[in-house]
Every structure is written in structure tokens, then in C-alpha cells.
């Protein structure tokens, strides 16, 4: 791929002779859909706010006078507002993209600003309740932003969604990774200060593309998967630079000046897949180009349809007189029918994978069976990232092996997403292999990490870290894959957001009402039933801490999956067959379209590029009789011509 200098009003080659103009090139890939996907790529990894909170907590604590369990309540707001997007996806129901972006970006520059001058002192100490609100709607504006670019090309890359799912959602995974290299390259060590960061990062980035993120026409381009494997690569290489930084910083002092080296190398390859986007964009502008040079012949069947003429009116001598009591009798009918009608459709769903209505969607089994399943699986695995910290230190293991922990779920966490993305939908091409047996298995593999936490054996934190990073990574891109798969596109913005809504119930009933009880009850017994002080910490040391906590929690689990095989039962048939077959038959008639499109459009270049070569051609032969001996003499009236053989 490589380009001869030109301006935009010149002409440019490529490597093997094609001409290109670098204007119409450059309109090209930017209004392209590959731009759009890498839009969605940066957006996604400034969306990860909410997975370093653990970083600036301790300065809100100390800042406001909060005790554990005021802080412990915010961080309740924050996973709240991160994880129901209801809202967003209804907007993104009737409004393009773009206001959804715009909205998110509003909300968490807002909450994120409200909350940074709340901590440096340049407001006075808000109520707790409010500082609630504001972390709430600043992790409100996560579900915007995938409500804007991640449903977006789901809706564009139909027939590859699980890639699609599984590099976005791994972006975000890494997404906390990469704002803390930013962080410590701009603020160095101000932690404060990584507010300030969140508060404007996400809110620029999202702007900045706000108009390249936008519903497209399901094209033939889109059917290779190369590209999308190209992305991982170079994410897998992001996330092993940022796993490498992650164990130098706890291990070594790092300067300021290297601090900024690393950050660049990581805007370096966030930045790399543009590359790939400018390859695949000249690759569709050769393909136009030998398209016009060796036009195929548009053959259009047209298909007469012969009707039957409509039946004669007859018109009633007698008929009879309209009154208002028989008009009020008739409207009450109508009203009553369409109720009727509209609760019996609600229980008459179309078939899997055709489009069921928002409330069609809510009241299928299916999706109780998903929802269900999806408590028991995240919610576990959410409950043990939460008290990683408060785990390994009743386990006793030191501050620097925590830390470690906590690395270890990020970057695996993004394994798991881009995994269950990538080979989920391999399994369902090649081998029809269903993704809700793919989400059983997931479930049934965190139970291992939840078993290791409970009889905490002997250094068995480092694998249980990787084992319930994996799992709470791989089960989002299922869960909103099947959800797509079942369920249709067409309301998959609200019904998405829906799906999300499971992890915070699933944290409130597992973390708050289990964990959290169960480790204060144990702390309790320890202390002999003496209570500490208000604003300073109950600590339990052991095993018992979280034993019977994780048992209960992998039962759960384990409920779970044998719930979810209920839905692999109910689907067998369905993922048997061609899920992605109406996408192929709207792609072929999107081959048509485009092909009248490039016709019409090249041939009026064609056109003007022969008017333009005729002008010249004109101007040429005019020189050449000059200089042959045609004479014009001032009238116009004589003409010498010499013979010229």
C-alpha cells in the first residue's frame, strides 16, 4: 500500500498502476465502514471509567470523611448506573447514533467534573446522596456510549457479530489498563487528577467521531473476517505491552519521562488498526475500479404479478341511518379489540431470529431463561472481583500480590471476551455448535475459581484471578450475541441494555446480601461480637471469611448453567440451521444496489473524464494544423492547406 504524493486536486498511483484521486481516497475511508469499526474501537477503550474506581476511591474516602460503607454504597451507584442502559437504548430506538453519543459524552464530562471538584475542595462537600447521583449518571454514560457504537456495528457486521461483540467488549476490558497509562504520563501520580482525566477523555473521544458512528447498508465487503483478525492481533499485542508495564510498575520505580514513552507506545497501537482500515479501503477502491473498467451486464427480472380485479360496489338501498349511539358502540369495540389484540400478539412472538417487539422479547421464556442465567454467572464472578482486595487479605497475601490480582482479572477479563467472541462464532460457522452450550460451559468453568476462593489452598488466588477474569469477560459478548441471534436487530438497542440489567441484581444479591453478610457476621465472631468504631474498617483474617460465601455462590452458579441448558434445549433447532441466511439474501440484494450505484456514479466521472480528454484532444489538433501550415487569416473567410501524405 503505497502512495505517490499528490494533492487533492492531482492524481496518486498505488504500488500496482491504479490511479487514485487522494481527496475522493481519503472521503472514502473515513465515511467507510472500517473508519466506523475503528471509531468504535477508540471509543470503547476510553469507556472503562468504572473498572478504576478502586484507584480514586481512597481520595474520595478521605477527601469527603466517607466510612467503608459510604463508600461501599457509591460504588453500588456506580455499577447501577454502568450496567442499566435502558434508557440509552430506547433512545437509540427512535434518534441516530450520533445523540446518543452526544448525551453520554454530556452526562460523563457532568458527573465525572461534579465529582472532581467535589474531592480537590472547589465546591463545598456535597450530600451523599448527591455524590451518588453524580457517579451514577458518569457511569451512565458507559451504556451510552455501547448503546451508540457497539449496537451500531453489530447492526453493520451482522453476519460476524460475535467478533464484533468480542474485540469491542475487549477494548473496554483493557479500557481501565489504558487510561492509567494515559494517567500517569500526564498527572504522573495525582490521583485526583484521574478524575479530572475521566471526566474529558471519554467525552473528546466520543465527539470526536460522534458523526462517523452511524447505521450502513449491509454491503459484500463485510463478509471477510480477515480484518477483524487482523484487529485482534494487534489488541492481543496492546493487552501483552499493557500486561508487561503493569508488572514493571509494581516491581520498579518508573520515571516520569518513561511514564510518557509507555503512554505513547500505547496511543501508538491504539492507532495501528488504521492501517489496517486504509488497506481494506483501497482494496474496495481497486475492485470498483476493475468493476467500471470490465463492466458485467445488469440483468433485472421483472415478474408480472397478474391481480384480480376488485370485486363491483353495490350499494344498499336500504341502508341504515347512522347515529351517534351505533358510532360511540363501535369506537368502544375498536378499543377493545386493539387490546385484545395487542396482549395476544405480545404472547404470539415471531419465530427465533425474526424480529420480536421490546415486549414480545421480555415475556419469551427464552429470555427469562438468559436473564436468569446470567444473574447467577455474572453476578458471581462480579462478587469476587469486588472483594479480590478484602479475599487476599484475609488469605494473607501481601499489598503487592493484590495489586497483581487485580491485573491479572483486567487483562484476562479482556481474554475472555475477545475468546468467547472469536471462537464462538467459529463454532456456531463450522460446526453449528450453540452459544448457549458455549455460555454453559463458561458457567460451569467459574465454579473452579469460586471453589479455589472458598477452600483458599495455597497460592490458588493467582489462578482463581485468572480463572474469574476469563469467565466474567467471555459470558458478555454470549449473552448479547444470543440476545441478538434470538431476538433480531431490529429493537436490539433496548433489548441489549436489557441483558446488562443482570449484573447489578445479580451483584446486590450475591455481593451485598451474601458476601457482605456473611464477612461482617464472621469479623463479628472474631471480635467477640464487639463492634469497632464508626469510620474505621471490621477485618476478618481466614479462610471462614468467604468460605461459606463462595460455596453458596458456585451452587448458584451452578443452577445457573442447568437452567441455561433449558435454553440449549429450546434452541437445538434453531441453531441447527442458517441463522445468517436472510443477512446473505439482504447482502445480494445490496451487491445489486451497489452496483447500479458505482455504475451511475464512475460513469459520471467517465463522462467528464472523456469531455476533458475530447477538450485536449481538440486543443492538440489545432496546434498540430498550425504547425502543418493551416493559416487563419483575420477574417476567418481563407484558408491555406498543404497536403501532407
Known amino acids: 500500500m503505497v502512495f505517490a504524493s499528490g494533492s487533492c486536486s492531482g492524481v496518486a498511483a498505488s504500488a500496482d498502476g491504479i490511479k487514485l484521486d487522494p481527496c475522493r481516497f481519503a472521503m472514502q475511508v473515513v465515511r467507510g465502514r472500517w473508519f466506523m469499526f475503528f471509531s468504535s474501537f477508540l471509543i470503547m477503550a ?29 460504588s453500588f451507584f456506580k455499577d447501577l448506573g454502568a450496567n442499566v442502559g435502558i434508557l440509552s437504548g430506547l433512545i437509540n430506538e427512535v434518534t441516530p447514533p450520533w445523540v446518543v453519543l452526544s448525551m453520554g459524552a454530556a452526562m460523563n464530562l457532568f458527573g465525572y467534573l461534579m465529582i472532581y471538584l467535589a474531592i480537590t475542595g472547589r465546591t463545598a462537600p456535597p450530600h451523599v446522596s448527591l455524590m451518588c447521583v453524580y457517579i451514577c449518571i458518569g457511569a451512565n454514560s458507559q451504556t451510552f456510549a455501547n448503546t451508540g457504537a457497539l449496537v451500531t456495528c453489530v447492526k453493520n457486521f451482522p453476519e460476524s457479530r460475535g467478533i464484533v461483540l468480542g474485540l469491542l467488549k475487549g477494548f473496554v476490558g483493557l479500557s481501565g489498563a489504558i487510561i492509567t497509562q494515559l494517567y500517569l504520563a500526564i498527572y504522573e501520580d495525582d490521583s485526583k487528577s484521574l478524575v479530572l482525566l475521566i471526566a474529558w477523555l471519554p467525552a473528546a473521544v466520543s465527539i470526536v467521531f460522534v458523526y462517523t458512528i452511524r447505521i450502513m447498508k449491509v454491503v459484500p ?15 492481543i499485542a496492546l493487552a501483552v505491552y499493557l500486561l508487561v508495564m503493569i508488572v514493571v510498575e509494581k516491581t520498579a520505580t518508573i520515571t516520569h519521562t518513561e511514564s510518557s514513552i509507555s503512554a505513547t507506545v500505547v496511543v501508538l497501537l491504539l492507532l495501528l488498526p488504521l492501517a489496517v482500515v486504509i488497506n481494506e479501503e483501497l482494496k474496495i477502491f481497486k475492485q470498483k475500479k476493475h468493476e467500471l473498467q470490465n463492466p458485467q451486464p445488469l440483468v433485472i427480472a421483472v415478474e408480472k404479478t397478474s391481480q384480480p380485479p376488485p370485486p363491483p360496489i353495490t350499494e344498499s338501498k336500504h341502508a341504515p341511518p347512522t ?22 400478539d405480545m404472547f404470539r412472538p415471531p419465530d427465533r431470529g425474526e424480529d420480536y417487539s421490546i415486549l414480545q422479547a421480555l415475556v419469551s421464556i427464552d429470555m427469562i431463561i438468559l436473564f436468569f442465567a446470567t444473574i447467577c454467572g455474572v453476578g458471581g464472578t462480579l462478587t469476587a472481583i469486588d472483594n479480590m482486595g478484602q479475599i487476599g487479605e484475609s488469605l494473607g497475601y501481601p499489598k503487592r500480590s493484590i ?91 433496548t433489548l441489549y441494555n436489557f441483558g446488562g440489567a443482570a449484573s447489578p441484581i445479580g451483584s446486590y444479591i450475591l455481593n451485598v446480601r451474601v458476601a457482605g453478610y456473611l464477612y461482617d457476621k464472621e469479623a463479628l465472631k472474631q471480635n ?103 493559416v487563419i487569416n483575420g477574417d476567418g473567410k481563407q484558408k491555406l492547406e498543404k497536403d501532407f501524405t
Open 46 to 74: 476510553a469507556a472503562g471509567a468504572t473498572y478504576i474506581f478502586s484507584i480514586y476511591s481512597k481520595d474520595i474516602k478521605s477527601s469527603l470523611g466517607y466510612d467503608q460503607s459510604t463508600l461501599n454504597t457509591l
Open 221 to 235: 465487503h463485510g463478509k471477510t473476517t480477515k480484518p477483524f483478525y487482523w484487529f485482534l492481533y494487534i489488541s
Open 323 to 344: 347515529t351517534a349511539t351505533t358510532t360511540t358502540t363501535t369506537t368502544t369495540t375498536k378499543s377493545n379489540n386493539a387490546v385484545v389484540a395487542f396482549v395476544a
Open 403 to 493: 495489586s497483581t490480582f487485580v491485573s491479572l482479572i483486567s487483562i484476562w477479563n479482556y481474554a475472555g471476551r475477545v475468546t468467547a467472541g472469536f471462537a464462538s462464532e467459529i463454532f456456531l460457522t463450522k460446526y453449528k455448535f450453540p452459544r448457549p452450550l458455549m455460555l454453559t460451559a463458561i458457567l460451569l468453568l467459574s465454579c473452579v475459581g469460586h471453589l479455589l476462593i472458598a477452600f483458599g489452598l495455597t497460592n490458588s488466588l493467582y489462578f482463581a484471578s485468572v480463572v474469574i477474569g476469563f469467565c466474567f469477560g467471555a459470558q458478555w459478548p454470549l449473552l448479547f450475541a444470543i440476545i441478538s441471534e434470538i431476538f433480531g436487530l431490529k429493537y436490539y438497542s
Open 528 to 630: 467477640n461480637g464487639v463492634r469497632r468504631p464508626p469510620g474505621t474498617d471490621l477485618t476478618c483474617i481466614g479462610v471462614e471469611c468467604f468460605k461459606l460465601s463462595f460455596i453458596i455462590i458456585t451452587a448458584v452458579t451452578v443452577l445457573g448453567a442447568l437452567v441455561s441448558l433449558l435454553l440449549v434445549y429450546r434452541t437445538k433447532d434453531f441453531y441447527k440451521g442458517d441463522i445468517y441466511a436472510k443477512f446473505r439474501e439482504q447482502m445480494a440484494v445490496a451487491d445489486d444496489d451497489m452496483a447500479m450505484e458505482t455504475f451511475v456514479s464512475e460513469g459520471k466521472h467517465a463522462e467528464e473524464d472523456l469531455k476533458e480528454k475530447k477538450k485536449a484532444t481538440t486543443t492538440t489538433t489545432t496546434t498540430e494544423e498550425e504547425e502543418m501550415g493551416v
